[in-house]
């Protein structure tokens, strides 16, 4: 009869994920996953042919997870690029670890730095489209001056050195649009 596994790939994900989260991607190693897992290092090995395959669906999951973070986020400001910059604003400050997992780091698993941003749900393209129909003549163009403003906000959050209030990043993202729209 053969013998039932114990830990399942979903078992070895979870725990690498949970690591991620907690200590961050560089810490997930086959000897700390094992552990956290309650397993050696063989079930992962099994599964996975080395740490960077493992590596890869554990990235998948981050996005996934930003992606129903951004989707879960509240959202209501009329402001194109308001809400996206505030929801990923928020995942920095909330998700330290998963933020620097998939937006400060060049693996990407050949998924570029739109892609995960846009996720399945178009959340940058919508973004853009509002601007569209909010006047704009370059809503494209206006995104990356915008971008420029809240990946940096974001950046700053992972440091500590943003210290603004809900209130008062909603107020400099709407100011930086009207600038930026008032410019072209």
Same mark, same amino acid.
């Given at each position: 009869?053969?013998?039932?596994?114990?830990?399942?790939?979903?078992?070895?994900?979870?725990?690498?994920?949970?690591?991620?989260?907690?200590?961050?991607?560089?810490?997930?190693?086959?000897?700390?996953?094992?552990?956290?897992?309650?397993?050696?290092?063989?079930?992962?090995?099994?599964?996975?042919?080395?740490?960077?395959?493992?590596?890869?669906?554990?990235?998948?999951?981050?996005?996934?997870?930003?992606?129903?973070?951004?989707?879960?986020?509240?959202?209501? $400001?009329?402001?194109? *690029?308001?809400?996206?910059?505030?929801?990923?604003?928020? +995942?920095?400050? %909330? @998700?330290?670890?998963?933020? !620097?997992?998939?937006?400060?780091?060049?693996?990407? $698993?050949?998924?570029? *730095?739109?892609?995960?941003?846009?996720?399945?749900?178009? +959340?940058?393209? %919508? @973004?853009?489209?509002?601007? !569209?129909?909010?006047?704009?003549?370059?809503?494209?163009?206006?995104?990356?001056?915008?971008?420029?403003?809240?990946?940096?906000?974001?950046?700053?959050?992972?440091?500590?050195?943003?210290?603004?209030?809900?209130?008062?990043?909603?107020?400099?993202?709407?100011?930086?649009?009207?600038?930026?729209?008032?410019?072209?």
């Amino acid at each position: 009869m053969a013998r039932k596994e114990t830990v399942t790939i979903q078992n070895i994900l979870e725990a690498a994920f949970e690591m991620a989260r907690e200590e961050g991607y560089e810490a997930v190693t086959a000897r700390k996953l094992a552990a956290k897992a309650g397993c050696s290092t063989q079930p992962i090995f099994r599964v996975y042919k080395n740490m960077e395959e493992l590596g890869a669906d554990l990235f998948e999951n981050a996005v996934v997870y930003f992606e129903d973070f951004y989707s879960k986020f509240p959202k209501g $400001h009329k402001t194109p *690029f308001v809400d996206l910059g505030m929801t990923y604003i928020k +995942f920095a400050e %909330k @998700e330290k670890n998963l933020f !620097k997992l998939l937006f400060l780091q060049s693996e990407r $698993h050949d998924k570029s *730095f739109y892609e995960i941003l846009n996720g399945k749900g178009g +959340f940058v393209m %919508k @973004e853009i489209a509002k601007a !569209k129909e909010d006047g704009c003549k370059d809503p494209s163009g206006l995104f990356a001056r915008m971008w420029i403003l809240i990946h940096g906000a974001a950046c700053m959050t992972i440091t500590g050195d943003y210290d603004m209030g809900e209130e008062e990043t909603v107020m400099i993202l709407q100011d930086a649009y009207q600038a930026f729209t008032a410019q072209k």
